[in-house]
Antibody, heavy 116, light 112 residues
């Protein structure tokens, strides 16, 4: 069974940093592109970032470019999102998803709250 | 960026009646490989998104056959042939052809 389990969310002050993790199981992680998608409270879905197999290519939404970094550790079957210079508008549930053209499996999400 | 425009944004439906959601893109979603990466997701209250349809019309395993997707180019539709109570939620289209990936605003389906 495919499982994606996000962690690392929490309350952080504006300007602070967090690193999100997404532990994958039930499939060969190294052979899949992966993505992060977020959802602000009461709002719609917003694509954040994607990373290709082997990490060779990374993609970012303009809203996070230069502040967020996506990476993967295939030996640990884990996807990461390093988030720096956090802003109030980054407050959201962050989901990891398998794939970047037709994301099929999604995790339960981890909540990030940016507030003083 | 490719803008995905859904309509309606709110859709009250009687149980057992059909429902239809439109999704229009500001650019063609046909990729250079010939595929059209238009997906539909369902998000039930308090749950993560679930993919229903990929590449316009391919239904995911376990998705009831009352859900169907159609369209081409820039104009796409999700249809529910007979709405059931478990279909309540928000439906999103998403394009996976162009960077950045973009979603529609979401259509909230509720029972009248």
């Amino acid at each position: 069974e495919v499982q994606l389990l996000e962690s690392g969310g929490g309350l952080v002050q504006p300007g602070g940093s967090l690193r999100l993790s997404c532990a994958a199981s039930g499939f060969t992680f190294s052979t899949y592109h992966m993505s992060w998608v977020r959802q602000a409270p009461g709002k719609g879905l917003e694509w954040v970032s994607s990373i290709s197999v082997n990490g060779g290519n990374t993609y970012y939404a303009d809203s996070v470019k230069g502040r967020f970094t996506v990476s993967r550790d295939d030996s640990k079957n884990t996807l990461y999102l390093q988030m720096n210079s956090l802003r109030a508008e980054d407050t959201a549930m962050y989901y990891c998803a398998r794939g970047m053209t037709t994301p099929d499996y999604w995790g339960q999400g981890t909540l990030v709250t940016v507030s003083s | 960026d490719v803008v995905m425009t859904q309509s309606p944004l709110s859709l009250p439906v009687t149980l057992g009646q059909p429902a239809s959601i439109s999704c229009r893109s500001s650019q063609s979603l046909v990729f250079s490989d010939g595929n059209t990466y238009l997906n539909w997701f369902q998000q039930r209250p308090g749950q993560s998104p679930r993919r229903l349809i990929y590449k316009v019309s391919n239904r995911d395993s376990g998705v009831p056959d009352r859900f169907s997707g159609s369209g081409s180019g820039t104009d796409f539709t999700l249809q529910i042939s007979r709405v059931e109570a478990e279909d309540v939620g928000v439906y999103y289209c998403m394009q996976g052809t162009h960077w950045p990936r973009t979603f529609g605003q979401g259509t909230k389906v509720e029972i009248k």
